[in-house]
Protein backbone atom coordinates (compact mmCIF):
# COMPACT_ATOMS: atom_id res chain seq x y z
CA UNK A 1 0.00 0.00 0.00
CA UNK A 2 2.77 2.54 -0.09
CA UNK A 3 4.13 4.91 -2.76
CA UNK A 4 6.76 5.15 -4.70
CA UNK A 5 8.51 8.88 -4.09
CA UNK A 6 10.57 10.91 -7.46
CA UNK A 7 11.87 13.49 -6.67
CA UNK A 8 13.72 16.10 -8.86
CA UNK A 9 15.27 19.32 -8.16
CA UNK A 10 13.49 19.50 -4.94
CA UNK A 11 9.88 18.64 -6.37
CA UNK A 12 8.69 15.05 -5.36
CA UNK A 13 5.73 13.20 -7.01
CA UNK A 14 4.24 9.67 -5.79
CA UNK A 15 3.02 7.03 -7.84
CA UNK A 16 -0.57 5.71 -6.62
CA UNK A 17 0.32 2.81 -3.70
CA UNK A 18 1.94 -0.12 -5.05
CA UNK A 19 -0.04 -3.66 -4.55
CA UNK A 20 2.10 -6.73 -2.91
CA UNK A 21 0.64 -10.05 -3.13
CA UNK A 22 1.94 -12.90 -1.08
CA UNK A 23 3.48 -15.54 -3.11
CA UNK A 24 1.45 -18.39 -3.22
CA UNK A 25 2.88 -22.43 -3.52
CA UNK A 26 3.84 -23.17 -6.58
CA UNK A 27 3.25 -26.93 -7.12
CA UNK A 28 6.32 -26.56 -9.97
CA UNK A 29 8.76 -25.56 -7.28
CA UNK A 30 7.43 -28.53 -5.00
CA UNK A 31 10.15 -29.20 -2.34
CA UNK A 32 8.96 -31.78 0.48
CA UNK A 33 5.84 -32.92 2.14
CA UNK A 34 5.05 -33.58 5.78
CA UNK A 35 2.41 -35.31 7.54
CA UNK A 36 0.37 -33.28 9.62
CA UNK A 37 -2.65 -35.52 10.61
CA UNK A 38 -2.53 -39.17 10.79
CA UNK A 39 -5.37 -41.79 9.90
CA UNK A 40 -8.20 -41.72 12.34
CA UNK A 41 -7.58 -45.73 12.34
CA UNK A 42 -4.53 -47.40 12.43
CA UNK A 43 -5.85 -50.88 13.88
CA UNK A 44 -7.02 -53.54 11.69
CA UNK A 45 -7.91 -57.39 11.57
CA UNK A 46 -6.58 -58.94 8.30
CA UNK A 47 -9.24 -58.51 5.78
CA UNK A 48 -10.29 -55.30 6.77
CA UNK A 49 -9.82 -52.52 3.87
CA UNK A 50 -7.67 -49.89 4.96
CA UNK A 51 -9.11 -46.46 5.83
CA UNK A 52 -6.91 -43.44 5.80
CA UNK A 53 -9.86 -40.68 6.59
CA UNK A 54 -8.09 -38.04 8.67
CA UNK A 55 -4.47 -38.34 6.64
CA UNK A 56 -3.51 -34.87 5.79
CA UNK A 57 -0.26 -33.49 4.10
CA UNK A 58 1.70 -30.34 3.90
CA UNK A 59 3.74 -29.46 0.61
CA UNK A 60 6.45 -27.12 1.00
CA UNK A 61 7.85 -25.11 -1.89
CA UNK A 62 11.07 -23.70 -2.47
CA UNK A 63 10.26 -20.62 -1.72
CA UNK A 64 9.02 -21.98 1.50
CA UNK A 65 5.34 -21.64 0.47
CA UNK A 66 2.85 -24.29 1.67
CA UNK A 67 -0.29 -25.83 0.76
CA UNK A 68 -2.57 -28.34 3.20
CA UNK A 69 -3.85 -30.98 1.27
CA UNK A 70 -6.58 -33.43 2.54
CA UNK A 71 -7.46 -37.20 1.62
CA UNK A 72 -9.72 -36.20 -0.92
CA UNK A 73 -7.37 -33.91 -2.75
CA UNK A 74 -4.43 -35.88 -2.91
CA UNK A 75 -4.82 -37.53 -6.49
CA UNK A 76 -5.28 -33.91 -7.97
CA UNK A 77 -1.94 -32.97 -6.32
CA UNK A 78 -0.09 -36.09 -7.46
CA UNK A 79 0.03 -37.41 -3.98
CA UNK A 80 0.04 -41.24 -3.62
CA UNK A 81 -0.42 -43.90 -0.80
CA UNK A 82 0.89 -47.62 -0.52
CA UNK A 83 -1.05 -49.25 0.27
CA UNK A 84 -3.82 -47.20 -1.24
CA UNK A 85 -7.40 -45.98 0.49
CA UNK A 86 -9.54 -48.72 0.42
CA UNK A 87 -6.81 -51.90 -0.02
CA UNK A 88 -7.42 -54.56 1.74
CA UNK A 89 -4.92 -55.56 4.63
CA UNK A 90 -3.20 -58.84 5.46
CA UNK A 91 -1.19 -59.81 8.46
CA UNK A 92 1.84 -58.76 6.48
CA UNK A 93 1.06 -54.97 6.88
CA UNK A 94 1.10 -55.48 10.42
CA UNK A 95 3.70 -52.88 11.83
CA UNK A 96 4.51 -51.37 8.50
CA UNK A 97 3.75 -48.06 8.09
CA UNK A 98 1.64 -45.79 4.86
CA UNK A 99 3.83 -44.92 2.10
CA UNK A 100 2.96 -41.22 1.27
CA UNK A 101 4.61 -39.66 -1.73
CA UNK A 102 4.89 -37.02 -3.92
CA UNK A 103 7.03 -36.96 -6.82
CA UNK A 104 10.50 -38.42 -5.35
CA UNK A 105 9.82 -37.36 -1.54
CA UNK A 106 7.69 -39.71 0.34
CA UNK A 107 6.90 -39.67 3.99
CA UNK A 108 5.34 -42.48 6.63
CA UNK A 109 2.77 -42.47 8.55
CA UNK A 110 2.42 -44.04 12.21
CA UNK A 111 2.52 -48.04 11.70
CA UNK A 112 -0.19 -49.59 11.38
CA UNK A 113 -1.62 -53.20 13.44
CA UNK A 114 -2.77 -56.00 11.74
CA UNK A 115 -4.00 -58.88 13.54
CA UNK A 116 -5.30 -62.48 12.24
CA UNK A 117 -8.67 -63.03 11.26
CA UNK A 118 -9.26 -66.23 13.73
CA UNK A 119 -10.80 -69.36 12.76
CA UNK A 120 -14.75 -68.90 12.01
CA UNK A 121 -17.12 -72.07 12.31
CA UNK A 122 -19.75 -69.89 10.89
CA UNK A 123 -17.92 -69.94 7.60
CA UNK A 124 -16.51 -73.47 8.30
CA UNK A 125 -15.96 -74.93 4.53
CA UNK A 126 -13.37 -78.47 4.89
CA UNK A 127 -12.05 -80.58 7.40
CA UNK A 128 -8.94 -83.25 7.26
CA UNK A 129 -7.45 -85.42 9.19
CA UNK A 130 -4.36 -84.60 10.47
CA UNK A 131 -3.62 -87.50 13.84
CA UNK A 132 -5.03 -91.19 13.19
CA UNK A 133 -6.30 -93.06 16.36
CA UNK A 134 -3.14 -94.54 17.83
CA UNK A 135 -4.77 -98.10 17.53
CA UNK A 136 -6.46 -99.33 14.51
CA UNK A 137 -5.87 -103.33 15.24
CA UNK A 138 -8.56 -105.32 17.29
CA UNK A 139 -10.03 -108.22 18.10
CA UNK A 140 -13.92 -108.31 17.52
CA UNK A 141 -15.83 -107.82 21.12
CA UNK A 142 -13.37 -105.24 22.04
CA UNK A 143 -14.31 -101.80 22.33
CA UNK A 144 -13.33 -98.37 19.87
CA UNK A 145 -10.38 -96.24 20.86
CA UNK A 146 -10.09 -93.00 19.38
CA UNK A 147 -7.49 -91.49 21.70
CA UNK A 148 -4.97 -90.15 18.79
CA UNK A 149 -7.84 -88.85 16.66
CA UNK A 150 -7.42 -85.10 15.45
CA UNK A 151 -8.69 -83.05 12.72
CA UNK A 152 -8.21 -80.02 11.48
CA UNK A 153 -11.07 -77.05 10.13
CA UNK A 154 -11.08 -74.65 7.70
CA UNK A 155 -13.08 -71.89 6.60
CA UNK A 156 -14.32 -69.88 3.66
CA UNK A 157 -11.00 -67.98 4.41
CA UNK A 158 -8.44 -70.26 5.17
CA UNK A 159 -8.25 -69.82 8.50
CA UNK A 160 -8.20 -73.69 10.56
CA UNK A 161 -8.71 -74.64 13.91
CA UNK A 162 -7.08 -78.55 15.00
CA UNK A 163 -9.56 -80.28 17.05
CA UNK A 164 -8.75 -83.34 19.39
CA UNK A 165 -11.28 -85.89 20.14
CA UNK A 166 -12.03 -84.76 23.47
CA UNK A 167 -13.65 -81.35 22.07
CA UNK A 168 -15.35 -83.31 18.95
CA UNK A 169 -18.18 -82.50 20.48
CA UNK A 170 -18.32 -79.31 20.65
CA UNK A 171 -16.82 -78.51 17.38
CA UNK A 172 -19.85 -80.48 15.84
CA UNK A 173 -17.86 -83.45 15.15
CA UNK A 174 -19.38 -87.04 15.21
CA UNK A 175 -17.80 -90.55 14.62
CA UNK A 176 -19.27 -93.31 13.22
CA UNK A 177 -18.43 -95.97 14.88
CA UNK A 178 -18.39 -93.57 18.21
CA UNK A 179 -15.60 -93.92 20.65
CA UNK A 180 -15.77 -97.03 22.54
CA UNK A 181 -18.34 -98.98 20.02
CA UNK A 182 -17.91 -102.58 20.71
CA UNK A 183 -16.47 -103.94 16.97
CA UNK A 184 -17.50 -106.40 15.30
CA UNK A 185 -15.97 -109.09 12.45
CA UNK A 186 -18.62 -106.77 9.78
CA UNK A 187 -16.02 -103.49 10.73
CA UNK A 188 -12.69 -105.31 9.57
CA UNK A 189 -11.59 -103.08 6.87
CA UNK A 190 -14.22 -100.14 7.30
CA UNK A 191 -12.58 -96.90 8.41
CA UNK A 192 -13.86 -94.73 10.48
CA UNK A 193 -15.86 -91.64 9.12
CA UNK A 194 -15.02 -88.02 10.64
CA UNK A 195 -18.43 -85.53 9.83
CA UNK A 196 -19.02 -81.87 10.29
CA UNK A 197 -21.55 -80.71 8.75
CA UNK A 198 -22.27 -82.08 5.14
CA UNK A 199 -18.38 -82.89 4.99
CA UNK A 200 -16.87 -86.21 5.72
CA UNK A 201 -13.63 -87.66 6.14
CA UNK A 202 -12.32 -91.21 6.94
CA UNK A 203 -9.37 -92.56 8.49
CA UNK A 204 -7.22 -95.68 7.81
CA UNK A 205 -9.29 -98.95 7.81
CA UNK A 206 -9.51 -100.89 10.61
CA UNK A 207 -8.51 -104.40 11.19
CA UNK A 208 -10.67 -106.61 13.26
CA UNK A 209 -9.46 -109.98 13.71
CA UNK A 210 -11.63 -112.69 15.40
CA UNK A 211 -11.74 -113.70 18.51
CA UNK A 212 -10.48 -117.32 19.49
CA UNK A 213 -11.54 -119.60 21.92
CA UNK A 214 -10.86 -119.12 25.54
CA UNK A 215 -10.92 -122.09 27.62
CA UNK A 216 -11.26 -119.29 30.64
CA UNK A 217 -14.70 -118.54 29.61
CA UNK A 218 -16.41 -121.89 29.20
CA UNK A 219 -19.80 -121.89 29.29
CA UNK A 220 -20.74 -125.21 27.71
CA UNK A 221 -20.37 -128.11 24.96
CA UNK A 222 -22.29 -129.85 22.40
CA UNK A 223 -21.43 -132.97 21.09
CA UNK A 224 -21.36 -132.80 17.50
CA UNK A 225 -19.83 -136.69 16.71
CA UNK A 226 -21.34 -139.68 18.02
CA UNK A 227 -19.59 -142.68 18.31
Known sequence: GKQITVSKS???????????????????????LEIISEPEN???????NLDLT???VKLTDKNGK????ELNEFATNGITTEPANGDELTT????QAVKVTKGTETVKTNTLTVTELPYNDDLFASLEIIGEPENLSYTEKDKLDLTGLKVKLTDSNGKTKEVE??????????TEPTDGAILNLT?????????KGTKTVETNPLTVTELQYNDDLFASLEIIGEP
Open 10 to 32: GIEAKTNPVEVKELEYNDDLFAS
Open 42 to 48: LSYTEKE
Open 54 to 56: GLK
Open 66 to 69: IKEV
Open 92 to 95: SNNG
Open 165 to 174: LQDFEANGLT
Open 187 to 195: DNGKAISVT
